[in-house]
């Protein structure tokens, strides 16, 4: 995206948001499908706007596995929502920026002055993701059901193997990039083995991430999150993926699971499989004034980049570097970091790349080593890693959590930033006034 | 096919290309369709025509949206009632209706909205019928309801149709189905979209698909041999229900099958036999005044243009719980406050249940639990057109409550409280405006009591008044205004019934003698499973709000019960015990000889109606008597308790009450009111 420059009058406000805490996959199907999620988490929301879910432009978003029944989840949400008929909705799918995407679309689009108002923000539910037929399965139906006489029924039956039924994991094959046939845990094995992250640095790392999540919880610092409510009698007001017990010596026995015998991505130092949604409200200035919308924070700018689908963990570096240079930014500028906790090994990842003068220079087109990036300013309140990665829904919470932070510490300047499968990286840089 | 054709009031004919006449119902003058003397007499006429000039095919349709015709006239059964003439005038439309179903063409009936009653016999008169698919469409014969049963030759086409042993439950409950479970019924041959209906009905007379045949077990089912088995089957299952001296309609149904079953003609003469002596039944009359009755209660001001949209709740317990799950139910976005995410949940559950069981549609059910929305942070005040306080009953909280919500709420928006114990003008202290405060006050359980009371005292303006009745209308319930008093007017009757009743447990009478007795008068439960299941503490703490007003004496047990923890159902013990919440009853208790059980606890009701009456608690005595019917189900086939008081005689029940009164004392002193009592 270009620079929303200031003196153009154009600008991109972000006037508020919330999401739905974020719920831990237990191994079965969860409570809330993907769109009961973005209702649940938007109606909160809109119950706080001073203006009607109709005056929406529109409504954006972000998924990347809604259930066969959610087809453009974003239009199934928005009438859920009582947006009414006339507010157009899409879904995005950028995989793991599918939240980010929704709020960049929404911003350009008001730019554009295509859109005053946008409802934008990302869902998924990981625990439904569904299992499929295979293939071989898949015909051996078709030709049972083309089958019209009883003897061609017979024939079609005859063909019929047990091993047809073994399902097709959705969720599995979601998380392996087709293209260089390794999955996401085993990507970040790559960029360990690249800078020599060690097993130690990845469990501090996420042992910091449940400390800070949990000492974020004990102060009450998470009030983006709405309440959620299940048809059983439950409640559902936090992130409970957390461990606040969490220590480097208790990380140490869990085993890795990508590259099982060599390995050091296990599911302690990997992000969690979670069921969220999150939503933000983005307004021009004109709607500001128009419905005299409170001001988060002004989306300045945003960047998209690609790289090798290898080490799609760098993403992040790859997104921010120009997007910082076109800003004239330097690491310090920055006050407070978020970069989505995909795997503690490609956070570390980041942090190194930066630190590489030869990265820097050959994959980053910088002269030299970029900086050392403060881990202190980064991820303040813990990240997916403890409180867990609904896919499509973890770019719109960073950018949504990054407004809070700002807010909370009166600070100007924040970069928000997220690694996607398949080997790209986002980046969104807010400030406060 | 130009065709010279009569005008009528409340028909409108036309001829399509192929032939078909297309019979429009619009009932001159009424918002619904209903088969009134007129509207049948201009129908035989068009009968007469199609027998002369035989078109194509025969269609019988609504121009009215809300549906196809909704019954009889319910206002001609009045006179009938008084005058007699029943029969006459139902062996006239049987005549009709034959004819219609002689015709040599085809005929069908294009069903939307209500088919109830005589609309549905008029569509089994049809060879065919096709019904809308929308959750409006409603087919039954509910005229036990009015203590009779189909008369216009439905009993015996509904039986022809889909057999005894589908047919008589729906006559027998009255219930009514969607379009879609009478398809599956075999009531209604097709079920169509709205851009079907007209195309269904043209293929359908194009086509003339052969009827069904009656099944096999349709058949066995109305054997000779078999008929009195199965009769008495269902005459029992029906008896644990109804009483045949208080309700003899249903009955009527089953007498009528079991004599003539799968005799035709047999059937539909004693079916209008039957209807007409079921006409002239004290229960019909009483029935009848009460659906009056319930037509005034839903009546709406014209002068008012009130709608809400978004209904705030506050209190997530069972009452505010339910009575927000209602308004969602009918359409409403509604807020949920409590204080706690955690006394919000088990609301939502129920709604749940609740939901599921009545839309059965998961999307229907989802859109329902979207509009139902929690809000501990009491995000809905601001933007609500109805708020109604459901807390916990204390005048201190309430009252600082609705001062926060009379600065915060919209300034026209309804602020109501459900108060059943504190008086209004107590909460309204605080207010600028104690004028705007009403009650709007609910019963346990919403989704099955149809009264709200509406409550206001001397200070509430009339406008805050109206709006609150057309609220209550508008969620489908049956609003009474009642002046603010301790007990409002259900409760203030009720608890000198449940008091005496619990006089008479602790002179010895057993709890299951007590409750049979007030179920043979009619009551739908007991008053000590009545006291048991509202909660003891909940009866003894309304009971001592009004103790020092109305003197009533406290029965020093009650007090003790409550002290021990006894609460009744919900603590698995009280009068009764309980297990898993269903209540122990023991059939062999001794039974007291105790005299005058039923008229002690019967004249208390009356009394303390009479004086309800007097202190000019609500407008009149017709109002009275729905509210006790429909707020505790006081036993509807005697229309009432002032018009059961009226029946049995207002020199008989002074004459009562002063025998009482010397036996028992004084708290049977007829109220001075009596002398008003016509």
């Not at chain 1, 979670?274 to 933000?280: E, I, K, P, S």
Request: hydrophobic share 45%; glycine share 8%.
């Amino acid at each position: 995206m270009a620079e929303v420059k200031k003196s153009s009058g154009k600008a991109v406000y972000i006037v508020d948001g919330a999401r739905t805490p974020y719920i831990r996959a237990r191994g079965v199907p969860g409570p809330f499908h993907a769109a009961d999620l973005a209702v649940s988490a938007g109606r909160s929301l809109l119950a706080r706007q001073n203006f009607a879910a109709s005056d929406f432009s529109e409504v954006i978003l972000g998924s990347t596995m809604p259930s066969p029944d959610e087809a453009n989840i974003g239009r199934v949400v928005a009438l859920r929502l009582g947006c009414g008929e006339q507010v157009p909705a899409w879904t995005v799918m950028r995989n793991c920026a599918s939240g980010m995407q929704s709020i960049d679309s929404a911003a350009r689009n008001i730019l554009a002055g295509r859109s005053e108002l946008v409802l934008a923000g990302g869902v998924d539910a990981m625990s439904h993701a569904p299992l499929l037929f295979s293939t071989a399965m898949a015909t051996w139906l078709g030709n049972f059901y083309a089958a019209r006489s009883l003897p061609a029924k017979l024939q079609a039956i005859s063909k019929f193997r047990p091993p047809l039924l073994k399902p097709v994991i959705a969720l599995l094959q979601g998380l392996t990039d087709p293209v260089v046939g390794l999955n996401m845990g085993q990507t970040a094995e790559e960029i360990a083995y690249h800078f020599g992250i060690d097993r130690l640095a990845m469990d501090t790392f996420a042992v910091q991430s449940h400390l800070r999540l949990a000492a974020a919880q004990a102060e009450g610092r998470l009030n983006e999150i709405e309440v959620m409510y299940d048809h059983k009698g439950k409640f559902y007001d936090h992130d409970d993926g957390v461990r606040q017990d969490s220590s480097v010596e208790k990380l140490a026995k869990l085993k890795p699971v990508f590259d099982r015998q060599f390995g050091m991505v296990t599911a302690g130092n990997s992000s969690q499989i979670t069921d969220g949604a999150a939503w933000l409200i983005l307004a021009s200035e004109k709607a500001v004034k128009k419905h005299k919308l409170p001001v988060l924070g002004r989306l300045i700018d945003s960047e998209w980049a690609a790289l090798r689908p290898e080490e799609m963990g760098l993403g992040p570096v790859h997104a921010m570097t120009p997007l910082m240079k076109r800003q004239k930014l330097k690491i310090d500028d920055v006050d407070f970091w978020e970069i989505n906790e995909a795997f503690a090994a490609q956070v570390l990842g980041c942090i190194e790349a930066w630190k590489d003068a030869k990265y820097c220079r050959e994959q980053l087109h910088l002269r030299s080593a970029f900086g050392e990036l403060d881990q202190a300013k980064l991820n303040v309140d813990g990240g997916a890693i403890a409180l867990g990665h609904p896919v499509g829904s973890s770019g719109a919470r960073i950018v949504l959590h990054m407004c809070h932070v700002l807010e909370q510490n009166q600070a100007k300047r924040g970069l928000a930033s997220i690694c996607i499968g398949g080997g790209q990286g986002g980046a969104m840089l807010i400030e406060r006034e | 096919m130009a065709e010279k054709q009569m005008k009528y009031k409340n028909w409108l004919l036309e001829t399509d290309a192929s032939g078909v006449l297309w019979c429009h119902l619009d009932v001159a003058g009424k918002s619904t369709n209903i088969l009134s003397t007129e509207v049948l007499e201009e129908f035989q006429s068009i009968v007469e025509t199609a027998e002369n000039s035989a078109p194509v095919g025969l269609v019988i349709m609504s121009r009215k949206d809300n549906g196809f015709i909704a019954g009889a006239n319910i206002d001609e059964f009045i006179p009938l009632q008084e005058s007699g003439g029943a029969l006459e005038h139902i062996q006239h439309v049987h005549a009709l209706f034959d004819r219609l179903e002689a015709l040599s063409c085809p005929t069908l009936a294009l069903i939307n909205g209500f088919c109830l009653g005589g609309g549905l016999e008029l569509a089994l008169a049809c060879r065919y019928r096709v019904a809308l698919d929308d959750p409006k469409t409603r087919i039954g014969l509910p005229e036990v309801m009015l203590g009779i049963h189909p008369g216009f030759g439905g009993l015996m086409r509904l039986l022809r149709l889909i057999g005894p042993i589908q047919a008589i439950p729906l006559m027998l409950t009255g219930r009514s189905l969607d379009a879609r479970k009478a398809k599956k019924l075999g009531i209604v041959d097709k079920v169509v979209a709205h851009r079907q209906l007209r195309r269904s009905a043209e293929i359908m007379l194009e086509q003339r698909p052969s009827l069904k045949k009656a099944g096999v077990l349709q058949n066995i089912s109305n054997l000779p041999l078999v008929r009195p088995l199965l009769a008495k089957y269902m005459r029992s299952q029906l008896e644990k229900k109804a009483r045949q001296d208080h309700y003899p309609a249903p009955f009527a149904i089953l007498d009528v099958w079991e004599k003539h079953g799968g005799d035709d003609r047999a059937v539909l003469k004693a079916e209008a036999e039957s209807v007409a002596e079921m006409f002239e039944t004290d229960t019909s009359k009483s029935l009848v005044r009460l659906f009056k009755l319930q037509d005034r209660l839903k009546s709406k001001n014209p002068e008012l243009e009130f709608k809400a949209e978004h209904v705030h709740v506050i209190g997530a317990g069972v009452m505010g719980g339910d009575i927000a799950a209602w308004c969602a139910l009918q359409g409403m976005t509604v807020t949920l406050q409590d204080r706690e995410p955690k006394f919000i949940a088990p609301a939502i559950k129920r709604a749940h249940t609740l939901f599921k069981r009545k839309l059965k549609q998961t999307r229907l059910v989802t859109a329902a639990m979207d509009r139902l929305i929690p809000d501990h942070k009491a995000l809905g005040v601001e933007k609500a057109d109805v708020i109604i306080e459901a807390i916990v009953e204390n005048a201190d909280t309430k009252i600082a409550l609705f001062k926060d919500l009379e600065s915060r709420a919209k300034k026209d928006a309804i602020l109501a409280t459900n108060t059943s114990s504190i008086p209004l003008d107590e909460i309204s202290t605080q207010l600028n405006n104690p004028g705007r405060l009403a009650g709007i006050h609910f019963f346990n359980p919403v989704a099955k009591m149809q009264l709200v009371e509406v409550v206001y005292s001397a200070k509430t303006d009339k406008q805050w008044i109206d709006k609150a009745t057309a609220f209550c209308q508008q969620i489908s319930r049956l609003p009474v205004s009642v002046l603010s008093s301790p007990g409002f007017l259900v409760n203030r009757i009720l608890t000198p019934y449940l008091l005496e009743a619990v006089a008479l447990w602790e002179e010895g009478v057993s709890a299951e003698q007590i409750d049979k007795v007030a179920k043979n008068f009619g009551m739908p439960m007991g008053p000590v499973e009545l006291a048991d299941t509202v909660g003891l503490d909940i009866c003894l703490s309304v009971s001592q709000n009004m103790a020092d007003t109305l003197n009533i004496k406290i029965p020093e047990q009650l007090q003790q019960m409550v002290n021990k923890g006894n609460l009744g159902k919900k603590s698995s013990r009280g009068f009764y015990e309980y297990e898993k919440g269903k209540l122990k009853k023991n059939k062999n208790y001794v039974k007291s000889s105790l005299p005058d059980i039923e008229d002690r606890m019967v004249m208390r009701i009356l009394n303390e109606c009479v004086a309800c009456l007097h202190e000019g608690l609500v407008e009149d005595s017709d109002l009275l008597d729905a509210g006790m019917v429909f707020g505790t189900g006081f036993a509807p086939f005697r229309g009432g308790p002032l018009h059961y008081a009226k029946a049995r005689g207002v020199e008989n029940i002074r004459a009562t009450l002063k025998d009482l009164e010397d036996k028992y004392g004084e708290r049977f002193r007829a109220h001075e009111g009596w002398q008003q009592v016509k």
